[in-house]
């Protein structure tokens, strides 16, 4: 059986190698964006992680022909009303950067005690073929925003980013922890099961 090729709307081979482990069983064949130098970017214009999500895929699945895995994700946190949110990647503002947005966050939170710091980073993934959703899933990972910052395994805002589960930040992780316990690792988890069933359909 010639495995199905799905494209994953990243060019991050990090990314491409979390998913290529997590369905090591399946007849898929991801290739990312790296593989479609061709591809456009997609515009993220959407009111939710998920909107997002689709319309990445969408636009990748029209551009590349083939089925799409797009993901969108950010950090809420509850004392700024849900803020960053969609705006995570750009909350301090163009160009874009980490340490930059981790400064607005401590600044806009250094009257905060910590009982109210609670936070969650949320992942939306959706798999696309051309302009129809085939599957959806979401993941979640609860915390708190710690000051000063823990770990140089992540990026963003992981090495505030506090698990009380695991008493320690996503930042100080191991890879193949992380992988499982992220946003991102819950989403991809959910979908997996979708992909074998249509896949095994197609």
Not at 65 to 84: F, H, M
Not at 116 to 145: P, Q
Request: net charge negative.
């Amino acid at each position: 059986m010639k495995p199905r090729e799905i494209v994953i709307a990243t060019r991050n081979l990090g990314k491409l190698r979390e998913l290529q482990h997590l369905t090591r069983s399946l007849p898929v064949e991801f290739r990312s964006l790296a593989d479609f130098p061709q591809t456009t970017e997609a515009e993220e214009t959407g009111n939710s992680f998920m909107a997002n999500a689709v319309a990445k895929g969408v636009h990748y699945s029209l551009e590349t022909g083939r089925w799409t895995l797009a993901d969108d994700s950010g950090l809420e946190v509850d004392a700024l009303g849900g803020e960053p949110g969609l705006y995570s990647a750009r909350f301090a503002g163009e160009p874009r950067s980490d340490d930059a947005n981790n400064a607005k966050l401590i600044q806009l939170l250094q009257n905060t005690p910590p009982e109210k710091r609670t936070a969650r980073f949320r992942c939306a993934v959706a798999l696309v073929d051309g302009r129809h959703t085939l599957a959806t899933a979401e993941g979640v990972i609860e915390g708190v925003i710690v000051d000063e910052p823990r770990g140089d395994n992540g990026f963003g805002y992981d090495p505030h980013f506090w698990v009380p589960e695991h008493n320690m930040t996503t930042a100080e992780m191991k890879p193949e922890v992380k992988n499982r316990v992220s946003h991102r690792g819950r989403a991809l988890a959910a979908i997996i099961p979708e992909i074998e069933r249509l896949v095994s359909q197609s």
